[in-house]
């Protein structure tokens, strides 16, 4: 079975600093990989994915994301950071059923 | 479009008690799943519904009943309500149930058990 590691619970970041969130994986095939964030009372929202292909996928507001398979990571970017990424985001490995496993999380705050 | 809708938004219940949360989707999705989050473990499949008329138990099943009505449509039941089952519900949905595909998530169902 599949699972995801967030080593970093919270992470506190200046407005337009960068910002990086890690994440392990541990599948024994190629994983599907997603970074989703949930802004506070919302659900989640789909960041960028990764199936095959271009090792760095890039997603919606301004976030990337590298997969690198002998780290087992998928490491979330941005390279300036708003306040308005104040957020909880998850990592999430998919394997070839139903099941999506979620990393706990990790809450950015964003300070001014 | 609504997307993923879920009812109540907000719920307490005593011990014992029993309640269903809804859930429907307007996207033709054939995949309908519950998830709960709880600080510090991320989002734990609950239940999923690969394709209308088939339900199947995922990581922490037990507590919970679902009914899949509809292709719409995936509710999930509480039928004596434990203090352990306060948490805050997601109903997802996507086009096929594989870890290939994207989850579409509704705003959450907080639960409150007294």
């Known amino acids: 079975a599949q699972s995801v590691t967030q080593p970093d619970i919270h992470i506190t970041v200046s407005e337009g600093a960068s910002l990086e969130l890690r994440c392990n994986y541990s599948?024994?095939?190629?994983?599907?990989l997603f970074w989703y964030v949930q802004s506070p009372g919302q659900g989640l929202q789909l960041l960028l994915k990764?199936?095959?292909?271009?090792?760095l996928v890039q997603g919606i507001k301004g976030f990337e994301a590298e997969f690198k398979r002998s780290q087992s990571s998928f490491n979330l970017r941005k390279p300036s950071v708003h306040w308005s990424d104040a957020a909880e985001y998850f990592c999430?490995?998919?394997?070839?059923?139903?099941?999506?496993?979620f990393g706990a999380g990790t809450t950015v705050t964003v300070r001014a | 479009n609504a997307g993923v809708t879920q009812t109540p938004k907000f719920q307490v219940l005593k011990t014992g008690q029993s309640m269903t949360l809804q859930c429907a989707q307007d996207?033709?999705?054939?995949?309908m799943y519950w998830y709960r989050q709880d600080p510090g473990m991320g989002l734990r499949l609950i239940y999923y519904?690969?394709?209308?008329?088939?339900?199947d138990k995922g990581e922490v099943p037990n507590g919970y009943n679902v009914s899949r009505l509809n292709k719409r449509e995936f509710s999930l039941r509480l039928e004596s309500a434990a203090p352990s089952q306060t948490s805050v519900y997601f109903c997802?949905?996507?086009?096929?149930?594989?870890?290939?595909?994207?989850?579409?998530f509704g705003a959450g169902s907080r639960l409150t058990v007294l």
């Open positions: 997802a949905s996507s086009k096929q149930g594989t870890g290939a595909n994207v989850l579409t």
């Open positions: 599948y024994g095939a190629t994983p599907y």
């Open positions: 519904s690969a394709s209308e008329g088939t339900t």
């Open positions: 996207m033709n999705h054939n995949s």
């Open positions: 999430a490995v998919g394997a070839n059923d139903y099941k999506l496993s």
């Open positions: 990764y199936f095959s292909g271009d090792t």
